[in-house]
């Protein structure tokens, strides 16, 4: 299910709405919005009870002294258990919106609940559970990899003094960097920085794991392991939420999505809904573009665009079999035929615009 | 709190445990293990300050600063060993060369209006800003360390810090002046005699007052520490106001002002040296260390749990 919210939450904001009432306001919100928006679904009974939402704001708003609204009137909802992508363009609000998640910034309208506990007044009981990254990593540069995690290890309240050396070793083992545990930070290179973050946030079990950008700076290499890790993680129950903004990486390990842009959130979902909103199209190769346009055309299907050689067109419910039949029957020489799916990144750009003031 | 000491209290057992027929032996070793999870304010404090004293101490900076203040006394000793003091120094200077012990007492005096909070500046303005400049703030903050409780603890750490350049400085000049200079009993300033063990307590008691000057000096330090991501920014800061706090107390016109300064109280330490203890003095002196801390802590407060973490 998906929820675009918009204009709509805005009247959501002062009330404060108990988690219950976020699906209804969202869905008043979809009302609202733009038509090329128009994706909201209505909540369906594969929605988890609120409680069991492992992150829920209501009107989530941050504007800055300036008068600059980095958040706004944001209804973020992610599912226990699931891998949340954040996605947005640089800029859109992403690592704010972790901040006030986190309590390192206050929000200045509305409010969020992590683990069913509202912040940042939960902080203290609800973060122990809380692995992060925030905005890369920061460390001491001339403690060792091992000192540095014992360092905020310390400034867990509720993390065994006794058991550190082990779960440091164990971090540090899980993120590829046992043998470099000894080594000074300022000798890490830029991903061994980025694997130390992570070891941090692995450090006590955890139920939520709040990463932003986890991958930058890694290789190919980093990446995929780094993807491996979370999918690890995220097996074991805990949920994981994860900004990004590179799409081939959300696709591939995220099960539910939230896009940003200018500070909104323009749709939130299971990714699979997501993809499913974009209807796949049909793309016909062939010297005889005009006749292949009016065979498509009679045959119902819709969208249709031509180019030198090519015809695409949406499939809507057909069988691809049925219109390629209809094609080579009307004597259309098809050179190449083809279904496409929409990639993320079609429906990423679809949401947020191909530029930053699309709709500005 | 040792373990059997929480057995004993007693950590609820599970449900299952109660209504069953678990003997008690064994209900006591489960709430052993519930205890490793259960929290420990005090102790898990005490973790985080051990933390905070072991990077204070480890960095070479914060080292080179006590190996300085701890020189002065060495130079001095050597000094007037070899020279021997002029006329025109202080009595208390004078009085090294009869007893090496007073060469602690003039050590300090040496040392607390400008080396000593000179040194206590450079970690106090380090306290938050160094953090937040670094972005280990945030990571702290997730932990979570906790805004009250960092702060809290930062000053912990501070006061600490003065405390390992006092007590250098004092045991150092102790070397020193034993080495160089005969010991016996002590004359004070007010022409009294007291034993040399007497004389080491005062030399402690300095130490103890010199650090809470310190401390209260620290307090501000962190204050200005928590309105800036600059580290050094804090540091100049507040050695530019303890300068101009030392400027004010020259000029004779705002002689009424001196008595609510911070440095006008540093080296009222040599009321130790009276007989008897010029207490009312020292007293306060301390008044206004814990005035100083009060308020610039209030201020460091409040500054500090209500800002966002943007670094």
Known sequence: MTTV????????????PTPATVWPTSAQGAHAMPTTHATAVQPDAATPFPGDHAIVSRGLTKRFRGGQVAVDALDLVVP?????????????????????????????????????????????????KVGAVVEGPAFYPHLSGEANLRRYDAADPTADPRTVRRRVADALDRVGLGAAAGKRYKAYSLGM????????????????????????????????????????????????FVSSHLLAEVEQMCTDLGVMRSGRLVAQGPLRELLAQRAPRVRVETAQV??????????????????????????????????????????????????????????????????????? | MSTVETTTRGTPAPLAETLGTAPVLEGDVRSTQAVSRRPRPV????????????????????????????????????????????????????QIGGNGLMLTFASMLMLVQLLLPLTVAVVAGDAVAGEASLGTLRYLLTAPAGRTRLLLLKFANVTIYALVCCAVVAV?????????FPVGPVQLLSGATVSVAEGLLRVAMVVGYVTLGMAAFGAVGIAVSTF??????????????????????????????????????????????????????????????????????????SRFTGRDITT
């Open chain 1, 80 to 128: 226990r258990g699931s891998v949340f992508g954040f996605l947005g363009p640089n800029g859109s609000g992403k690592t704010t919106t972790i901040r006030m998640l986190l309590g390192l910034m206050r929000p200045t309208g509305g409010g969020c609940e992590v683990l069913g506990r509202s912040m940042p007044d939960g902080l203290a009981a609800v973060l122990p």
């Open chain 2, 172 to 180: 150092v000049a102790l070397i020193v002046g034993v080495a160089l």
């Open chain 1, 5 to 16: 919210t918009g204009q709509g939450a805005h009247q959501a904001a002062p009330s404060r």
């Open chain 2, 43 to 94: 102790r898990a404090a005490f973790r985080l300050l051990g933390s905070e004293v072991s990077l204070t101490l480890r960095r070479p900076r914060n080292l080179v600063l006590i190996a300085l203040a701890a020189s002065v006394p060495v130079i001095l000793g050597i000094v007037l060993r070899l020279v021997g003091g002029d006329d025109d120094a202080p009595a208390i200077v004078l």
């Open chain 2, 228 to 301: 800036t991501d600059v580290p050094i920014g804090a540091v100049a800061v507040s050695v530019v106001a303890m300068v101009f706090s030392q400027v004010i107390m020259l000029v004779p016109q705002l002689e009424p002002v001196r008595p609510y300064l911070l440095t006008t109280w540093w080296n009222s330490f040599d009321g130790v040296l009276r007989d008897p203890i010029a207490a009312d003095v020292l007293g306060q002196g301390l008044l206004v260390f814990a005035a100083y801390t009060f308020v610039f802590g209030a201020i460091a407060w």
């Open chain 1, 290 to 360: 005009a006749q292949a346009a009016s065979v498509l055309n009679q045959l119902g299907l819709g969208g249709l665009r031509t180019g030198d050689f090519e015809v695409t067109a949406d499939l809507g419910d057909l069988l691809p079999e049925r219109v390629n039949a209809a094609l080579v029957g009307d004597g259309v020489a098809v050179r190449g035929f083809a279904v496409q799916r929409p990639s993320l990144e079609e429906v990423f750009v679809d949401l947020t615009g191909e530029g930053f003031d699309v709709d500005g």
């Open chain 1, 193 to 240: 920085r980025q694997r130390l973050a992570l070891a941090a946030a692995l450090l006590t079990p955890r139920e939520l794991l709040i990463l932003d950008e986890p991958t930058n700076g890694l290789d190919p290499q980093g990446t995929r392991e780094v993807r491996s890790l979370i999918k690890d993680v995220a097996s074991d129950g805990t949920t994981v």
